[in-house]
């Protein structure tokens, strides 16, 4: 998720769309467990329940999705729409790309990365297209470790039958986390 915003006090600016390319790719094929907060929260095994998750709600003005021919460095992505919605709390926009940003104005933009052929930890560079001007990529993102080969945990897989087995009863709270399968 990022923000675009028109800093001008006078002149408003149209977003004409958002580039993805990949900057950086090592490759990974290691065993990985992940454990999303936001999934759900741990199993207190004091209350035999879940803990909530993140809650509450995100809304973007706009969300795209980028996808990738190949996975290799400096390969751009096909990035598409697949939704918006008009206004939020940050500031009002006019529909879908392109948009017209007035002053002081902000466009949320929700961008998912469709999974490259190799599982790696990449290293994206997101652009901006903006008026009449070429694309202007902004500094790397942060890199982040794209892999269908997670071992995922939740504390909602703590309920099945055969992790009940394995959990000792707690009179405080003693949290768990469990894997799906």
């Known amino acids: 998720m990022f923000y675009v915003c028109n800093s001008s006090s006078s002149q408003t600016h149209i ?74 709390c940050i500031g009002p926009v006019d529909g879908p790309l392109p948009v017209s940003l007035k002053p002081h104005s902000s466009i949320s933009l929700n961008m998912g990365i469709a999974l490259p052929s190799s599982q790696a930890t990449y290293t994206f560079a997101f652009g901006v297209a903006q008026d009449s001007a070429a694309t202007v990529f902004l500094p790397s993102a942060r890199p982040i470790l794209l892999a269908p080969v997670a071992h995922k945990w939740t504390g909602e897989a703590c309920l099945q039958p055969t992790m009940q087995s394995q959990i000792p009863a707690a009179s405080s709270p003693t949290y768990y986390i469990c894997p799906e399968s």
């Open 15 to 88: 977003l004409k769309g958002i580039d993805v390319r990949i900057e950086g790719a090592t490759p990974y094929s290691g065993q990985l467990n992940v454990w999303n907060l936001c999934d759900g929260g741990a199993y207190d095994a004091s209350t035999k329940q879940i803990a909530e998750g993140c809650g509450g709600v995100c809304a973007f003005n706009e969300t795209l999705k980028a996808t990738f021919d190949t996975a290799a460095v400096g390969a751009n992505a096909t990035v598409t729409q697949v939704g918006w919605r008009s206004g939020d």
